[in-house]
């Protein structure tokens, strides 16, 4: 129909899900979201072990956007295991959301995921917090490779990777290289939150969030553009691969503009968090009557389609 999509050669009835850690961290959220109108879910990143994350306030809203840092607060990987275990995937897919401390604890997870045998498909986080004082792993392209080398002998299913922005073609060019030599990689999610911005409070003089001095990641209007960029930078370098764009999405316009840009799915964060389960409902209608509008048949016939001048 006119919003079906597909990933993996799975059937979706449309492209929208929540971004991974948004309205995704336990039984009750994630059971919202599976009775909700998305086309799928993803469960908050996990851990080996559960985390209580760090001190709040750590996620704060703005008019144009929110700041984060959550620390990766999370069930531990078991609990969402044992969810993606007794979810329907004939009413939708779904997706686990991986983020290990350590390449041991990925590879002790992707194990334990591979061995469970559930349709679920991984999302692999590159954006987790790697060693401290040295940067995130899709920050550290030699990190990267030795992640995904090593993940890939472990885990023999076709799976994803959540990258942090770039902002330098270089950058564009060597972390797309960097994917192209696994064709287990069989999709990209672009972007996670721009890492490290700083939210002010005039009132009260004061950053807005307590840990890291303020310092968090910014999602929402703030972040569109650079998300855009990356759906279509990593499109254009990846042609094997699929691409789910992630990141400032408030109205169906910015769906079709990810579609435009190349993306199959479209993931929605901090717009979920502000409005609830029910935009997706409200999303899907605006997608559908833009498309309409416009005479497209069907959000394949858009994908890609960005024209340049
Ligand atoms: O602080 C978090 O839990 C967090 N926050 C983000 O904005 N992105 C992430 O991938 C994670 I793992």
Redesign the pocket.
């Known amino acids: 129909s006119l919003l079906s999509a597909s990933l993996l050669g799975i059937d979706f009835a449309n492209p929208l899900l929540n971004a ?2 948004v309205y995704c961290r336990d039984v009750a959220e994630l059971d919202a979201l599976a009775a909700s109108a998305a086309g799928s879910l993803v469960t ?2 996990c851990t080996l072990l559960a985390r209580e ?2 001190p709040e306030p ?1 996620y704060y809203a703005t008019p144009l956007g929110s700041i ?7 069930a531990g990987y078991q609990y969402y295991l044992a969810y993606a275990q007794q979810h329907d995937y004939a009413a939708k897919p779904l997706f686990l ?1 991986v ?1 290990g401390l350590s390449l041991a604890d990925n590879l002790t997870m992707l194990a334990a995921i591979r061995a469970a045998d559930t349709p679920a498909i991984v999302e692999l ?1 590159l ?3 790697n060693v401290p004082g040295k940067p995130q792993i899709g920050y550290d392209f030699a990190a990267m490779t030795a992640m995904l080398e090593a993940v890939t002998q472990a885990y023999d299913r076709p799976f994803g990777v ?1 990258l ?1 922005p770039y902002f330098d073609i270089a950058h564009f060019d060597e972390a797309a290289a960097i994917l192209n030599r696994f064709p287990q990689v069989a999709f990209v999610t672009c972007i ?2 721009i ?1 490290n911005a700083l939210i002010i409070d005039v009132e009260a003089e004061s950053v807005v969030i307590k840990p890291k001095d303020g310092f ?2 910014i ?1 929402g209007d703030y972040v569109l553009p650079t998300a855009l960029a990356n759906v279509n930078a990593f499109y254009r370098r990846c042609p094997a691969k699929q691409i789910i764009g992630c990141g400032g999405v408030t109205r169906g316009e910015h769906i079709f503009m990810h579609l435009l840009a190349g993306a199959s799915l479209v993931q929605v ?1 901090t717009a979920l968090y502000e409005e609830g389960p029910g935009i997706f409902a409200r999303l899907n209608d605006e997608l559908a009557e833009l498309l309409t509008r416009k005479g497209y048949r069907g959000i394949e016939e858009v994908r890609g389609k960005l024209r340049t001048l």
Not at 68 to 74: D, V, Y
């Open positions: 991974s850690g908050k990143s994350g760090n750590r984060n840092s959550m620390g990766l607060p999370n959301s983020a986080n954006s987790c917090p959540k942090p996670n939150s890492g968090g990641g999602g964060g």
